[in-house]
Nanobody, 126 residues
Framework: QVQLVESGGGSVQAGGSLRLSCAVS????????MGWFRQAPGKEREGVAV????????YYADSVKGRFTISQDNAKNTLFMQMNSLKPKDTAVYYC???????????????????WGQGTQVTVST
């Protein structure tokens, strides 16, 4: 069973930075799609960034392009997301997610991901 544990959330002022980490255990497949999703109160879950672990191709939501960077450390089984120039609208619970690669481009839809972390709160104040 794949398990994901996020860390690194917190409270920052607008313009600040945070780095989220997701420790992964229980891998059984050789390649995965992994991603970060977020959900703000009263809003639908949004795919923020996705990476294909077998080749490193990435997807970013338009709202975070140029500010967020998703990356992986395969040796440490850890997924990261560096978040710079944070804005109040980035406030949300951020979730790490993973699913086995199925010979198609990684999806940015949460419904296509099988494994989820517990979430970490990110709060950006003005």
């Amino acid at each position: 069973q794949v398990q994901l544990v996020e860390s690194g959330g917190g409270s920052v002022q607008a313009g600040g930075s945070l780095r989220l980490s997701c420790a992964v255990s229980g891998y059984t497949a050789s390649r995965y799609c992994m991603g970060w999703f977020r959900q703000a109160p009263g809003k639908e879950r949004e795919g923020v960034a996705v990476i294909y672990t077998g080749g490193g191709s990435t997807y970013y939501a338009d709202s975070v392009k140029g500010r967020f960077t998703i990356s992986q450390d395969n040796a440490k089984n850890t997924l990261f997301m560096q978040m710079n120039s944070l804005k109040p609208k980035d406030t949300a619970v951020y979730y790490c997610a993973a699913t086995e690669y199925r010979l198609a481009p990684c999806s940015n839809s949460g419904g296509d991901f099988s494994y989820w972390g517990q979430g970490t709160q990110v709060t950006v104040s003005t």
